[in-house]
């Protein structure tokens, strides 16, 4: 809906969305078995790859430097879309 309406509810966790396909999507992540945790903020994960990813963002190392402006990344995903701007 564009009336900014959320009308359908979860009933496992109470977040609200517009359409009924979105909840049976999140739903869905409820039943998902969260495994891998992360030891610096407890989030948990489905994948070990997910856990992987997210645990880049308590780094403080940036190993991944643009060669055109010398601004560096956590992410390698992140420099290439960076570089982009330069193209």
Known sequence: T????KPYKCGECGKCFSQSWNLVI????????KLYECPKCQKRFPKRSA????????LEEKPFKCQECG???KLRSRLLNHEKVHA
Request: proline share 0%; no cysteine; net charge positive.
């Open 2 to 5: 564009h009336t900014g309406e």
């Open 26 to 33: 999140h739903q869905k992540t409820h039943g998902i078995a």
């Open 51 to 58: 856990l992987i990813q997210h645990k880049t963002i308590h």
């Open 71 to 73: 601004k560096s990344f």
